[in-house]
Structure formats: C-alpha cells, structure tokens
C-alpha cells in the first residue's frame, strides 16, 4: 500500500514523534507483510555501512513489550525472523513477547511446542494476568512497571504481535529527541499517533466502556494503542 523505505530525516513534531504518513509510522497494522520487512532490511544494511549513523551499541534504547497470545506462535515466529533480525544486530533494543495466564485448553504438542519456544529463545515473558480482552490494560502497565525494573533500557515501548516495528526510525527519533528537543530530566511519553478528544463509552454493553472510572465526556489526549512507549525517567 505505497510503502517503501523509511527516510533517514525522521522529524520530531509536537505533540507526538512521528508523522501521520505511513512511511514515517513505526508500526505497521496487520497483516504483517514480509515484502515490507525486506524493503526495511534494504534501508537497514545501508545504514550499516555508515556506523556513525547507528546508535552506540554499548547501551539498550528501547526495551520492546509485544503483546501475544500462547497460542499465537505464527506471530511470533513472523517477528523474530524479521524484526529479531535486525534487533540483534542492533544490540541497543530488547525484545520481549508478553504472555498472561490463558484460559484456553492446550493439546500436547502446543505446550511442547511453547516449551520449546521458552527454552530456545529467551524471549518470553509470562505476567501474572489472565488472557482476556478486559485485562489489556493491567498487562500493559505489569510489562511497564516490569520493564522498568529489570531491563535496564532508557525506554519501555508496548506494541502487538499483529504489527511491524520499524527499529531504526523508532531509535531515531528517541535519539533526537533526548539529544535536541527535550530536557532529558523530563519524562517523555511518545508513539505513532495522538488521539485527540475521543469520546468516553457510556455504554456498559461496549468492550471499550470505562465511564465508570474516568465521567468525563472526552479522554484526554492518548497514543494510539498500536504503538507507544515511556521513558524511564
């Protein structure tokens, strides 16, 4: 859908990182498409011929929450044969697959096969919250409140398994903003795009209803749920 390679210019606008158009997003909805990863892969190896345009390698940016499912192992296969790719050769970002408590029945070869993916990539991370739409939120700020205890990144970010992270835009712009825009001691909360004046759901039949704990007409301005993150600090 006329994607093609990220430029090298990511501006920083107010009030959120990035701009709206999709070349310049961090996160690309699903389905997660392979030709897009390897358009990305092209733009990354010709960043890695220039090594002063890298970030240093000495320290973790970004640690990277991906929301999954148990059973989703297509998903995470897809991203750590593309994304996992290019964090490793990156070394400045960290990526973990959230996993809660499942209320769905495993056969056999499931659990064998998560075991598997356990012990051969180190890369889940199983929070005490059960597996139901409801409980999005608490996973969400249990893999903040997790990230910023035991990851030792500058930055925590949450995301899907159903999306494409651009890496090197995204560390970009963390760059630039930490080095021209911000005041370093200040928090910064960023992502791909800024809801403004969404209405509140009144209704308790909805999904989305929280009028119980935020009566108010219209939320506040939010980060679109496809992609944002904290900074430490």
């Known amino acids: 859908s006329g994607m093609g390679h990220p430029k090298n210019d990511i501006a920083i606008s107010s009030p959120y990182i990035f701009r709206k158009s999709d070349l310049q997003t961090c996160v690309v909805f699903y389905p997660l498409k392979y030709i897009e990863h390897f358009e990305f892969v092209e733009y990354a190896r010709s960043r890695m011929h220039r090594p002063e345009k890298l970030p240093r390698k000495s320290k973790c940016h970004v ?33 973990y697959f959230i996993l809660g408590k499942s209320l769905q029945k495993f056969t056999d070869s499931e659990v064998a096969q998560l075991n598997g993916e356990v012990e051969s990539f180190h890369d889940i991370l199983f929070l005490n919250v059960t597996e139901k739409y409801e ?21 925590i970010f949450k995301t899907d398994d159903d999306g494409y992270i651009r890496l090197l835009p995204l560390v970009d712009a963390l760059h630039k903003s930490n080095d021209k825009r911000l005041d370093p001691q200040k928090e910064l909360y960023f992502g791909g795009h800024l809801w403004k004046g969404a209405p509140v759901v009144m209704s308790k039949k909805n999904p989305w209803y929280m009028y119980d704990v935020f009566p108010h007409k219209t939320f506040p301005p939010y980060m679109s749920g496809s992609g944002y993150g904290l900074s430490k600090k």
């Open 63 to 95: 640690a990277i929450g991906i929301l999954s499912r148990p059973k989703n192992f297509i998903g995470r296969h897809s991203l750590r044969s593309t994304v996992g790719v290019i964090a490793k050769v990156m070394k400045s970002v960290q990526l």
């Open 135 to 155: 409980n999005l939120f608490e996973k969400t700020w249990r893999w903040f409140q997790w990230g910023t205890l035991y990851t030792g990144c500058s930055h």
